[in-house]
C-alpha cells in the first residue's frame, strides 16, 4: 500500500484562500492557447487539403477572367480557329474558340452564385429553425410541416419546375437552390437550437429577463456555430453541384455565357477527339466540391470533439 | 396504440401531398404574362392563342383550374402535353418505367453495399479499411452525377478503355433494358451517387450503438462478438438507417434526371428536360408530383419502418 | 456448502460452476483469495499517462470490499479490469489480476487471457453490474431474454427448459415476479429499481465467483436504494461471491462493505476493514472524505469543512515534525458535539416567501397539488423529495422560471407575478435562483465576466466599471477570486463552476437564495465545500435560502427548517430538530428509517 501521494491531491480544486493576499491560484495564464472551432479544424490534415484545394480554384475563377486576352491571346467569346482543333494549350470548343480562355473566364459565375445561393439559404434556414425552436407551439409544427412539404421534392426537380416557369436566370438559379438548401438547414439550426435551449444557462438568462432577440443572438447562436459551420460548407459543395449541373443540362448560364457547366454540355460529344474541352471544367468542379467538402468534414469532426470535451 | 401512430403517419402524409399540390400547380400562377403566349412564342396566332386558352382552361379562376387538375390528377388524366399534343400520362407512363428499372437496379446494389461497407468500416474503426471507406465516400460524396458520369465515360467508354457503351441507343420498339451493356454505366453512376452516404450514414449510427451501454454490457456477459454486433448493435441502426435510405432513393430521383440526359437515356428525366426546355408545363408538374408521391411513400415506409423496429414506439411506452 | 453447483459438472469448461475439484474449490479450502489484483497498472495508449498506479487488491469468497473514490480516481477501470476489459484509450500496462474460477482446475489471469477464453469467463465466473441500468440493458430485448441470454451464451444446463427454470428462480431471489409476462417485459417498462434487479439478476444468473458492482444504487432514490443493497448483500453471502463495490457513497460502504480500500488518482491509499477505516482512518484524504460526509445527526461538521481541512493539514504538518503518525483524527472527525443549524444573521420573523395553495399539472399529470410553505427572514429551509416529487417545480415556481402555476406566491406580502419577466425588477433582483448542474448553468461560449454581468445590465442602473467591480466583489465572495473574471466555463471544475453559478446569484445582492441540488452533481467533498460557503454567505449576508435536495443527511448542515415534498404534496413541515426527530408522516419516517449511515 502506497501513502506516496502529492501534497494536493486532497484539496479541493474548487476552493482558494480568501485570507491569502490576492487570488491564491494565478487564474489567467492557464488557458495558453484557447482550442477553438477554428483550431481544432485546421489542426486536421484533411483540412488544409481541403483549403489548398478550394483556394486553388476560387484563384483560378476570380483571377482567370483578368487574364484575358493577355495571357492567352483570346478573349471568352472570340474565335481561335475551327471547332476541335489542337490550337493553343488546350486547343479550341464545339465553335473554334479557345478552351483555355473559356475555361479561364468560366469559373467567376458559377463561384459566384454558389456562394450567393448558399448564404441565402443559410439566412434563411437559420431564421426559420431558430424561431422554430425558440418559440415552439403552432409556428415550429407550421414552419417544420412546410418544410417537409419543401423537401419531398427533390432539389434538381423543384429547380426545373422554378426554370420551366420563369425561364433559366442567375437570380433564379440562386433563388431556388437557397429555398430547396433552406429547409434542410432550418431542421439542423431548429435540433441545435433545441439541444442548446434545454441548457440551463438559457433557462438563467430567461430568468434575468434578458431580451428574447438578445437571448438568440448572443446566448444560443454563438453555441450553434459548430453545426451552422459543417452545413454551411456542406451546402456549398451541394449549391456547386446543382449549379453545376443545371449548366450541364443547359438549364443554367445561357449561350454563348462562359460556364464550366455549359462547356461540358457544349463539348461532351467530342469527348474522345478534343477531351479538354470537357476535361478541364470537370476536373475544375470535381477539385473544388472535393476541396469544400473536406473543409466540410473537418469542421464536422472538430464540432463532434468540441461536444466530446465539453460535457 | 401501433395502428393509431401510423394512421397518424398516413394522415400527415397525404396533408403534405395536398400541399405539394397547391405548391406544383401554384408555379404555373407565376408564369410571365399570358402563359399560352409565353408557351407558344411571340409569333403564335391569335387563335393558336385562343386555343390554347381554352385547352388549358386559361379563362377560368385559378381555384377551379387547381380542382380540375387535382381531379384529373386522381383519375390518371395528368392533361395534355403543349408542345406535343399528347396525353401526358401516355408520354410519361413509358418513359417512367425505363427511369424505374434504372433506380431499382441502383437501389439494389447501393442499399446492400452501403450498409455493408458503413458496418464494416464501423467494425474496423480506426484502422486502414475505415480510413479508406471513410476517405473515398468522403470524395464521392461531394461529386456531382454529371462528374462522375464524365468520369466513368471518359475511362471505359472512351478516352481509356472503349469497352462500355457512351450513349444509350434503343432502336423504335426496342426496350433499353433489352441491352444490359447499356445499362452498366448509367446504374453504376448513380450507385456511386448513393452508397456513400449510405455508407457514411450507416458508419455513424453503428459507432454510435457500438459506444453504447448495452454493447459493453453485452460484452461484458460474454456475448460472442458476432452475436454482439447482429443481436446487440444492428437492430438499434434499422431505423436511422431506414431514414437515411428512403432520403437517398429520393435524391436518386434528381440524379436520374442528371444520368438520363448524360447517357441519352430514354426515361423519365429525359423528358422532363425536353418539356423544360419546350416549357411544356403540364409535363413538367405531372412529372414532379410523381416523384413527390414516391418520395412520401418511400418515406412513409421509412417511418413505418422505424417505428417497427423500436419497442418503446411499438408498445407505446407505458410503464 | 448452500452454492449450487449444477450436476453434470466435468473439466470442459462451460460457463456452470464444478462440483467439486476447481481452481476455486482449491483455494476456497485453503483459505485463500478468489480474486487477486497485484500491482495493477493501467495506462492511456496515448501518451501512456497511468490512471491505475500499482492497486493491489484481495478478495475471499462472500466478501463484499468497497473500493471508494471520487470522481477520477480511476475506480471504475480498476474494475473493468477485473473482467480483463479495458475501455478504448486504456490499456494494461503492467501487474496483474488473477480469478480462480469454479468451473476449471487452473486459475485465470485475466490480464494475460485471450479474447475467447475471457468471453467465456465473463457473465459466468465474473460479472459486472453496472451503474445505469437504463442505459446498459438493451432497450430492443425483453428483459427474460437478455437473463437468458448469459445462461445460453455459458451452456448452462441441459436444456432450454433448465434456462428458463433458472431465469425464474434468479428473478425471485431478487425480489422480482418470474412469471411469464414479466419475463417478456421490455426495458422501458421497468421502473429504475426493478431495471437494477434485472441487472442483479443478470450477474448472478450463472453463480458467479467473482462479482464487480459499479455504483450500482447511484440515481436510485433512498428507500429503492436500501432494498437493493439489501438484496445485494444477502446474495453475495448466499452465493459466497467475491464481490468488489464500487462507489464514491461512504455511507453506502458503511451499511454493506467487510473492507474498504479508498483510492485517490490511481493509486490505493488505505485499506482495512470497514469499521477501522471509518473510525480511525490513516491517510490524510480518508480524513478528508470523511469530514465531508452529511450526517443526519449533524455531528460531523461539514459547514465548517475549510476550516477543518486545514486543521487536518496543520496538524500533519505538525505530525511530520514531531513524526507521529496518527494525531489528526480527532480534529478530522470533529468533536461529538452535534452542531445546531449555522447561527442565523437575523432572527427569523418575518415570512419574506409564502407560497399558498400552490398546484401545477402537466396534461394530466398533477406534479404539485395545493402546496403551502413560508420561508421567513434570516432563515434557510430544506426542502427533501425524491425524484419526481415535483421539488424543481415547485422551486422554479417560486423563482419565476415556470408559469404555468395556480395559487399565489407573494414575496414580502406583495403576490409575485408567475414569470420573473412579469415581476418587478427588485423582486428579481431579491430573489435568485441556482441550478442544479454547473455543466449547464454557464454558457460556455462566454467568460464568467459576462455570464456574471448579464444580471447587472439587466438591471440597467450601473455603469459598466460598477458591473465589473461587482462582478469582481461576487467572484471574491465564492472564493474564487476575481481572476476568473475572463476564464470559461470549459477551463473550470465542477465545483468551481458551481461557485461561479452562485455568484451570478449573489451579483444583485440578493434576499432570498434558491439552491435545485446544487451540490447533487458534484464530488462529496466539494459538496462540502461549497455547503461552507454557503453557510458562510448567509452569515456574511443574512441570505434566507431555500435548499432543494433529495438527502435528508444535510438538514442538520443547513436548515432550520424541513420541508417535505412527497409526489406534489408537502407532507412535513417544521423545525429541523421536529422533524428529524419526530417526524408526523410515514413517509419521512420510512426516508429517514432507509438513510445509510456512517
Given at each position: 500500500?502506497?501513502?506516496?501521494?502529492?501534497?494536493?491531491?486532497?484539496?479541493?480544486?474548487?476552493?482558494?484562500?480568501?485570507?491569502?493576499?490576492?487570488?491564491?491560484?494565478?487564474?489567467?495564464?492557464?488557458?495558453?492557447?484557447?482550442?477553438?472551432?477554428?483550431?481544432?479544424?485546421?489542426?486536421?490534415?484533411?483540412?488544409?487539403?481541403?483549403?489548398?484545394?478550394?483556394?486553388?480554384?476560387?484563384?483560378?475563377?476570380?483571377?482567370?477572367?483578368?487574364?484575358?486576352?493577355?495571357?492567352?491571346?483570346?478573349?471568352?467569346?472570340?474565335?481561335?480557329?475551327?471547332?476541335?482543333?489542337?490550337?493553343?494549350?488546350?486547343?479550341?470548343?464545339?465553335?473554334?474558340?479557345?478552351?483555355?480562355?473559356?475555361?479561364?473566364?468560366?469559373?467567376?459565375?458559377?463561384?459566384?452564385?454558389?456562394?450567393?445561393?448558399?448564404?441565402?439559404?443559410?439566412?434563411?434556414?437559420?431564421?426559420?429553425?431558430?424561431?422554430?425552436?425558440?418559440?415552439?407551439?403552432?409556428?415550429?409544427?407550421?414552419?417544420?410541416?412546410?418544410?417537409?412539404?419543401?423537401?419531398?421534392?427533390?432539389?434538381?426537380?423543384?429547380?426545373?419546375?422554378?426554370?420551366?416557369?420563369?425561364?433559366?436566370?442567375?437570380?433564379?438559379?440562386?433563388?431556388?437552390?437557397?429555398?430547396?438548401?433552406?429547409?434542410?438547414?432550418?431542421?439542423?439550426?431548429?435540433?441545435?437550437?433545441?439541444?442548446?435551449?434545454?441548457?440551463?444557462?438559457?433557462?438563467?438568462?430567461?430568468?434575468?429577463?434578458?431580451?428574447?432577440?438578445?437571448?438568440?443572438?448572443?446566448?444560443?447562436?454563438?453555441?450553434?456555430?459548430?453545426?451552422?459551420?459543417?452545413?454551411?460548407?456542406?451546402?456549398?459543395?451541394?449549391?456547386?453541384?446543382?449549379?453545376?449541373?443545371?449548366?450541364?443540362?443547359?438549364?443554367?448560364?445561357?449561350?454563348?455565357?462562359?460556364?464550366?457547366?455549359?462547356?461540358?454540355?457544349?463539348?461532351?460529344?467530342?469527348?474522345?477527339?478534343?477531351?479538354?474541352?470537357?476535361?478541364?471544367?470537370?476536373?475544375?468542379?470535381?477539385?473544388?466540391?472535393?476541396?469544400?467538402?473536406?473543409?466540410?468534414?473537418?469542421?464536422?469532426?472538430?464540432?463532434?470533439?468540441?461536444?466530446?470535451?465539453?460535457? | 396504440?401501433?395502428?393509431?401512430?401510423?394512421?397518424?403517419?398516413?394522415?400527415?402524409?397525404?396533408?403534405?401531398?395536398?400541399?405539394?399540390?397547391?405548391?406544383?400547380?401554384?408555379?404555373?400562377?407565376?408564369?410571365?404574362?399570358?402563359?399560352?403566349?409565353?408557351?407558344?412564342?411571340?409569333?403564335?396566332?391569335?387563335?393558336?392563342?385562343?386555343?390554347?386558352?381554352?385547352?388549358?382552361?386559361?379563362?377560368?379562376?385559378?381555384?377551379?383550374?387547381?380542382?380540375?387538375?387535382?381531379?384529373?390528377?386522381?383519375?390518371?388524366?395528368?392533361?395534355?402535353?403543349?408542345?406535343?399534343?399528347?396525353?401526358?400520362?401516355?408520354?410519361?407512363?413509358?418513359?417512367?418505367?425505363?427511369?424505374?428499372?434504372?433506380?431499382?437496379?441502383?437501389?439494389?446494389?447501393?442499399?446492400?453495399?452501403?450498409?455493408?461497407?458503413?458496418?464494416?468500416?464501423?467494425?474496423?474503426?480506426?484502422?486502414?479499411?475505415?480510413?479508406?471507406?471513410?476517405?473515398?465516400?468522403?470524395?464521392?460524396?461531394?461529386?456531382?452525377?454529371?462528374?462522375?458520369?464524365?468520369?466513368?465515360?471518359?475511362?471505359?467508354?472512351?478516352?481509356?478503355?472503349?469497352?462500355?457503351?457512351?450513349?444509350?441507343?434503343?432502336?423504335?420498339?426496342?426496350?433499353?433494358?433489352?441491352?444490359?451493356?447499356?445499362?452498366?454505366?448509367?446504374?453504376?453512376?448513380?450507385?456511386?451517387?448513393?452508397?456513400?452516404?449510405?455508407?457514411?450514414?450507416?458508419?455513424?449510427?453503428?459507432?454510435?450503438v457500438l459506444?453504447s451501454g448495452y454493447v459493453e454490457m453485452a460484452r461484458l456477459k460474454g456475448v460472442p462478438e458476432r452475436r454482439v454486433i447482429l443481436r446487440h448493435a444492428l437492430p438499434h441502426?434499422i431505423?436511422?438507417?431506414?431514414?437515411?435510405?428512403?432520403?437517398?432513393?429520393?435524391?436518386?430521383?434528381?440524379?436520374?434526371?442528371?444520368?438520363?440526359?448524360?447517357?441519352?437515356?430514354?426515361?423519365?428525366?429525359?423528358?422532363?428536360?425536353?418539356?423544360?426546355?419546350?416549357?411544356?408545363?403540364?409535363?413538367?408538374?405531372?412529372?414532379?408530383?410523381?416523384?413527390?408521391?414516391?418520395?412520401?411513400?418511400?418515406?412513409?415506409?421509412?417511418?413505418?419502418?422505424?417505428?417497427l423496429a423500436n419497442p418503446k414506439?411499438r408498445t407505446?411506452?407505458?410503464r | 456448502m448452500s452454492r449450487a453447483r449444477s450436476a453434470e459438472a466435468t473439466l470442459t469448461p462451460t460457463g456452470a460452476p464444478m462440483v467439486d475439484g476447481s481452481a476455486w474449490h482449491e483455494q476456497v479450502?485453503?483459505?485463500?483469495?478468489v480474486l487477486?489484483?497485484?500491482?495493477?497498472?493501467?495506462?492511456?495508449?496515448?501518451?501512456?499517462?497511468?490512471?491505475?498506479?500499482?492497486?493491489?487488491?484481495?478478495?475471499?469468497q462472500g466478501?463484499l470490499?468497497?473500493?471508494?473514490?471520487?470522481?477520477?480516481?480511476?475506480?471504475?477501470?480498476?474494475g473493468l479490469?477485473t473482467l480483463g476489459h479495458?475501455?478504448?484509450?486504456?490499456?494494461?500496462?503492467?501487474?496483474?489480476?488473477?480469478i480462480h474460477p469454479s468451473n476449471t482446475t487452473a486459475p485465470a489471469?485475466m490480464?494475460?487471457l485471450g479474447e475467447e477464453s475471457l468471453r467465456r469467463l465473463r457473465g459466468s465466473r465474473v460479472s459486472y453490474i453496472p451503474q445505469d441500468p437504463a442505459l446498459s440493458l438493451n432497450p430492443a430485448m425483453r428483459v427474460g431474454e437478455q437473463i437468458g441470454e448469459v445462461l445460453e451464451i455459458h451452456e448452462f444446463g441441459s436444456s432450454e427448459a433448465e434456462r428458463i427454470e433458472r431465469v425464474r428462480s434468479v428473478l425471485r431471489e431478487v425480489g422480482l415476479p418470474d412469471d411469464d409476462a414479466y419475463r417478456r417485459r421490455w426495458p422501458h417498462q421497468l421502473s429504475g429499481g426493478q431495471q437494477q434487479r434485472i441487472g442483479i439478476a443478470m450477474a448472478f444468473a450463472m453463480y458467479p465467483d467473482v462479482l464487480v458492482l459499479d455504483?450500482p444504487?447511484?440515481?436510485?432514490?433512498?428507500?429503492?436504494?436500501?432494498v437493493v443493497?439489501e438484496t445485494i448483500r444477502e446474495m453475495t453471502v448466499t452465493n459466497r461471491v467475491a464481490a468488489l463495490y464500487?462507489?464514491?457513497?461512504?455511507?453506502?460502504?458503511?451499511?454493506?462493505?467487510?473492507?474498504?480500500?479508498?483510492?485517490?488518482?490511481?493509486?490505493?491509499?488505505?485499506?482495512?476493514?470497514?469499521?477501522?477505516?471509518?473510525?480511525?482512518?490513516?491517510?490524510?484524504?480518508?480524513?478528508?472524505?470523511?469530514?465531508?460526509?452529511?450526517?443526519?445527526?449533524?455531528?460531523?461538521?461539514?459547514?465548517?469543512?475549510?476550516?477543518?481541512?486545514?486543521?487536518?493539514?496543520?496538524?500533519?504538518?505538525?505530525?511530520?515534525?514531531?513524526?507521529?503518525?496518527?494525531?489528526?483524527?480527532?480534529?478530522?472527525?470533529?468533536?461529538?458535539?452535534?452542531?445546531?443549524?449555522?447561527?442565523?444573521?437575523?432572527?427569523?420573523?418575518?415570512?419574506?416567501?409564502?407560497?399558498?395553495?400552490?398546484?401545477?399539472?402537466?396534461?394530466?399529470?398533477?406534479?404539485?397539488?395545493?402546496?403551502?410553505?413560508?420561508?421567513?427572514?434570516?432563515?434557510?429551509?430544506?426542502?427533501?423529495?425524491?425524484?419526481?416529487?415535483?421539488?424543481?417545480?415547485?422551486?422554479?415556481?417560486?423563482?419565476?422560471?415556470?408559469?404555468?402555476?395556480?395559487?399565489?406566491?407573494?414575496?414580502?406580502?406583495?403576490?409575485?407575478?408567475?414569470?420573473?419577466?412579469?415581476?418587478?425588477?427588485?423582486?428579481?433582483?431579491?430573489?435568485?435562483?441556482?441550478?442544479?448542474?454547473?455543466?449547464?448553468?454557464?454558457?460556455?461560449?462566454?467568460?464568467?465576466?459576462?455570464?456574471?454581468?448579464?444580471?447587472?445590465?439587466?438591471?440597467?442602473?450601473?455603469?459598466?466599471?460598477?458591473?465589473?467591480?461587482?462582478?469582481?466583489?461576487?467572484?471574491?465572495?465564492?472564493?474564487?477570486?476575481?481572476?476568473?473574471?475572463?476564464?470559461?466555463?470549459?477551463?473550470?471544475?465542477?465545483?468551481?463552476?458551481?461557485?461561479?453559478?452562485?455568484?451570478?446569484?449573489?451579483?444583485?445582492?440578493?434576499?432570498?437564495?434558491?439552491?435545485?441540488?446544487?451540490?447533487?452533481?458534484?464530488?462529496?467533498?466539494?459538496?462540502?465545500?461549497?455547503?461552507?460557503?454557503?453557510?458562510?454567505?448567509?452569515?456574511?449576508?443574512?441570505?434566507?435560502?431555500?435548499?432543494?435536495?433529495?438527502?435528508?443527511?444535510?438538514?442538520?448542515?443547513?436548515?432550520?427548517?424541513?420541508?417535505?415534498?412527497?409526489?406534489?404534496?408537502?407532507?412535513?413541515?417544521?423545525?429541523?430538530?421536529?422533524?428529524?426527530?419526530?417526524?408526523?408522516?410515514?413517509?419521512?419516517?420510512?426516508?429517514?428509517?432507509?438513510?445509510?449511515?456512517?
Amino acid at each position: 500500500m502506497t501513502h506516496a501521494t502529492t501534497p494536493d491531491s486532497a484539496v479541493d480544486p474548487t476552493t482558494v484562500d480568501p485570507s491569502g493576499a490576492g487570488p491564491a491560484r494565478s487564474a489567467p495564464d492557464r488557458p495558453a492557447r484557447r482550442s477553438t472551432l477554428v483550431t481544432r479544424t485546421w489542426a486536421q490534415r484533411q483540412a488544409k487539403v481541403g483549403v489548398v484545394l478550394t483556394a486553388l480554384i476560387v484563384l483560378i475563377a476570380v483571377i482567370g477572367p483578368l487574364l484575358l486576352p493577355w495571357a492567352t491571346g483570346y478573349t471568352a467569346t472570340g474565335f481561335a480557329d475551327r471547332p476541335f482543333q489542337d490550337t493553343g494549350l488546350f486547343g479550341t470548343d464545339n465553335l473554334g474558340r479557345d478552351v483555355l480562355s473559356r475555361f479561364l473566364a468560366g469559373g467567376t459565375s458559377l463561384l459566384l452564385y454558389s456562394v450567393l445561393a448558399t448564404a441565402l439559404g443559410l439566412f434563411l434556414g437559420m431564421l426559420f429553425g431558430m424561431v422554430a425552436a425558440y418559440i415552439g407551439g403552432w409556428l415550429d409544427a407550421l414552419i417544420m410541416r412546410s418544410n417537409d412539404v419543401l423537401l419531398a421534392i427533390p432539389q434538381l426537380v423543384f429547380a426545373l419546375l422554378a426554370i420551366t416557369v420563369l425561364g433559366p436566370q442567375p437570380w433564379v438559379l440562386v433563388a431556388v437552390i437557397a429555398i430547396t438548401h433552406a429547409p434542410r438547414i432550418a431542421r439542423v439550426t431548429r435540433a441545435a437550437t433545441l439541444d442548446v435551449i434545454g441548457e440551463d444557462y438559457i433557462r438563467a438568462a430567461e430568468m434575468y429577463a434578458v431580451p428574447r432577440r438578445r437571448i438568440l443572438f448572443r446566448e444560443v447562436l454563438p453555441n450553434i456555430t459548430g453545426p451552422l459551420a459543417v452545413e454551411a460548407g456542406l451546402r456549398l459543395t451541394y449549391s456547386i453541384g446543382a449549379i453545376a449541373s443545371l449548366s450541364f443540362l443547359g438549364l443554367g448560364m445561357q449561350p454563348p455565357a462562359a460556364d464550366w457547366g455549359l462547356m461540358i454540355n457544349e463539348n461532351r460529344i467530342a469527348l474522345s477527339l478534343q477531351p479538354w474541352g470537357v476535361m478541364l471544367p470537370v476536373l475544375a468542379i470535381a477539385v473544388l466540391t472535393i476541396g469544400t467538402n473536406l473543409i466540410a468534414d473537418s469542421i464536422a469532426r472538430a464540432s463532434a470533439s468540441a461536444n466530446v470535451g465539453e460535457k | 396504440m401501433i395502428v393509431q401512430l401510423i394512421i397518424r403517419r398516413l394522415a400527415i402524409s397525404l396533408v403534405i401531398l395536398l400541399a405539394i399540390s397547391v405548391l406544383v400547380f401554384g408555379a404555373t400562377l407565376l408564369l410571365p404574362g399570358d402563359p399560352a403566349l409565353a408557351i407558344l412564342g411571340q409569333q403564335a396566332t391569335p387563335e393558336r392563342i385562343q386555343a390554347l386558352h381554352e385547352q388549358m382552361h386559361l379563362d377560368d379562376p385559378a381555384w377551379s383550374r387547381y380542382l380540375s387538375w387535382l381531379g384529373g390528377l386522381f383519375t390518371g388524366d395528368l392533361g395534355t402535353s403543349v408542345a406535343s399534343g399528347q396525353p401526358v400520362a401516355e408520354l410519361v407512363g413509358e418513359r417512367a418505367r425505363a427511369s424505374v428499372v434504372l433506380m431499382i437496379a441502383a437501389a439494389l446494389i447501393s442499399v446492400p453495399a452501403g450498409i455493408a461497407l458503413g458496418i464494416w468500416s464501423a467494425l474496423r474503426r480506426g484502422r486502414t479499411v475505415d480510413s479508406a471507406i471513410t476517405g473515398i465516400s468522403l470524395v464521392l460524396a461531394a461529386l456531382p452525377e454529371f462528374v462522375i458520369g464524365i468520369a466513368l465515360v471518359a475511362l471505359f467508354a472512351t478516352t481509356v478503355f472503349s469497352i462500355l457503351p457512351a450513349v444509350t441507343m434503343a432502336p423504335p420498339g426496342t426496350q433499353p433494358w433489352d441491352f444490359p451493356a447499356q445499362l452498366i454505366l448509367p446504374i453504376a453512376v448513380l450507385v456511386l451517387v448513393v452508397t456513400p452516404y449510405i455508407a457514411r450514414m450507416m458508419r455513424a449510427t453503428m459507432l454510435e450503438v457500438l459506444d453504447s451501454g448495452y454493447v459493453e454490457m453485452a460484452r461484458l456477459k460474454g456475448v460472442p462478438e458476432r452475436r454482439v454486433i447482429l443481436r446487440h448493435a444492428l437492430p438499434h441502426a434499422i431505423g436511422p438507417v431506414a431514414q437515411v435510405v428512403a432520403i437517398q432513393l429520393a435524391w436518386m430521383a434528381g440524379g436520374v434526371v442528371v444520368v438520363e440526359y448524360l447517357f441519352r437515356y430514354p426515361g423519365l428525366g429525359q423528358a422532363l428536360i425536353d418539356a423544360v426546355n419546350y416549357r411544356d408545363v403540364q409535363v413538367v408538374q405531372a412529372v414532379t408530383m410523381i416523384v413527390a408521391v414516391i418520395y412520401i411513400v418511400v418515406n412513409l415506409l421509412a417511418d413505418i419502418v422505424g417505428i417497427l423496429a423500436n419497442p418503446k414506439l411499438r408498445t407505446g411506452g407505458d410503464r | 456448502m448452500s452454492r449450487a453447483r449444477s450436476a453434470e459438472a466435468t473439466l470442459t469448461p462451460t460457463g456452470a460452476p464444478m462440483v467439486d475439484g476447481s481452481a476455486w474449490h482449491e483455494q476456497v479450502a485453503a483459505g485463500g483469495d478468489v480474486l487477486e489484483i497485484e500491482d495493477l497498472r493501467i495506462a492511456t495508449t496515448a501518451g501512456g499517462r497511468e490512471v491505475v498506479r500499482g492497486v493491489d487488491l484481495h478478495l475471499r469468497q462472500g466478501e463484499l470490499l468497497a473500493l471508494v473514490g471520487e470522481s477520477g480516481s480511476g475506480k471504475t477501470t480498476v474494475g473493468l479490469a477485473t473482467l480483463g476489459h479495458f475501455r478504448s484509450g486504456l490499456t494494461h500496462a503492467g501487474g496483474s489480476v488473477t480469478i480462480h474460477p469454479s468451473n476449471t482446475t487452473a486459475p485465470a489471469l485475466m490480464t494475460a487471457l485471450g479474447e475467447e477464453s475471457l468471453r467465456r469467463l465473463r457473465g459466468s465466473r465474473v460479472s459486472y453490474i453496472p451503474q445505469d441500468p437504463a442505459l446498459s440493458l438493451n432497450p430492443a430485448m425483453r428483459v427474460g431474454e437478455q437473463i437468458g441470454e448469459v445462461l445460453e451464451i455459458h451452456e448452462f444446463g441441459s436444456s432450454e427448459a433448465e434456462r428458463i427454470e433458472r431465469v425464474r428462480s434468479v428473478l425471485r431471489e431478487v425480489g422480482l415476479p418470474d412469471d411469464d409476462a414479466y419475463r417478456r417485459r421490455w426495458p422501458h417498462q421497468l421502473s429504475g429499481g426493478q431495471q437494477q434487479r434485472i441487472g442483479i439478476a443478470m450477474a448472478f444468473a450463472m453463480y458467479p465467483d467473482v462479482l464487480v458492482l459499479d455504483e450500482p444504487t447511484t440515481g436510485l432514490d433512498v428507500s429503492t436504494q436500501a432494498v437493493v443493497l439489501e438484496t445485494i448483500r444477502e446474495m453475495t453471502v448466499t452465493n459466497r461471491v467475491a464481490a468488489l463495490y464500487i462507489t464514491h457513497d461512504l455511507a453506502v460502504v458503511a451499511e454493506i462493505a467487510d473492507r474498504v480500500a479508498v483510492m485517490l488518482q490511481g493509486e490505493l491509499v488505505e485499506e482495512g476493514p470497514t469499521d477501522e477505516v471509518l473510525r480511525a482512518p490513516r491517510h490524510r484524504y480518508t480524513r478528508t472524505l470523511l469530514a465531508a460526509v452529511p450526517d443526519l445527526a449533524g455531528r460531523n461538521r461539514i459547514g465548517e469543512f475549510e476550516a477543518r481541512r486545514r486543521a487536518v493539514e496543520a496538524a500533519e504538518a505538525d505530525a511530520a515534525r514531531t513524526s507521529d503518525p496518527d494525531s489528526g483524527p480527532a480534529a478530522a472527525r470533529g468533536e461529538d458535539r452535534p452542531v445546531a443549524a449555522p447561527a442565523p444573521a437575523a432572527a427569523p420573523g418575518d415570512p419574506l416567501i409564502a407560497v399558498r395553495d400552490v398546484s401545477l399539472s402537466y396534461g394530466e399529470k398533477q406534479v404539485l397539488s395545493s402546496v403551502d410553505l413560508t420561508l421567513r427572514a434570516g432563515e434557510c429551509t430544506l426542502l427533501l423529495g425524491e425524484s419526481g416529487s415535483g421539488k424543481t417545480t415547485l422551486s422554479r415556481s417560486i423563482a419565476g422560471l415556470l408559469d404555468h402555476w395556480s395559487g399565489s406566491i407573494s414575496y414580502q406580502g406583495t403576490e409575485l407575478a408567475p414569470s420573473t419577466r412579469r415581476r418587478s425588477l427588485a423582486q428579481r433582483q431579491d430573489i435568485q435562483y441556482v441550478f442544479q448542474s454547473p455543466f449547464s448553468s454557464l454558457n460556455p461560449r462566454r467568460t464568467l465576466g459576462q455570464s456574471l454581468a448579464v444580471p447587472l445590465e439587466m438591471s440597467g442602473d450601473l455603469s459598466a466599471a460598477e458591473r465589473t467591480q461587482r462582478v469582481r466583489e461576487a467572484l471574491d465572495a465564492v472564493r474564487l477570486g476575481r481572476a476568473f473574471i475572463d476564464r470559461r466555463p470549459g477551463d473550470l471544475s465542477g465545483g468551481e463552476r458551481q461557485r461561479a453559478a452562485i455568484a451570478r446569484a449573489l451579483v444583485n445582492m440578493p434576499r432570498v437564495l434558491i439552491c435545485d441540488e446544487i451540490t447533487s452533481a458534484l464530488d462529496v467533498s466539494v459538496q462540502a465545500s461549497i455547503i461552507d460557503l454557503l453557510t458562510r454567505l448567509r452569515e456574511e449576508r443574512g441570505l434566507s435560502m431555500l435548499f432543494v435536495t433529495h438527502n435528508i443527511a444535510l438538514a442538520r448542515h443547513v436548515a432550520e427548517r424541513v420541508a417535505v415534498l412527497d409526489h406534489g404534496v408537502i407532507v412535513d413541515d417544521g423545525p429541523t430538530d421536529q422533524v428529524l426527530t419526530a417526524p408526523s408522516n410515514t413517509y419521512t419516517e420510512e426516508l429517514l428509517a432507509n438513510i445509510p449511515s456512517l
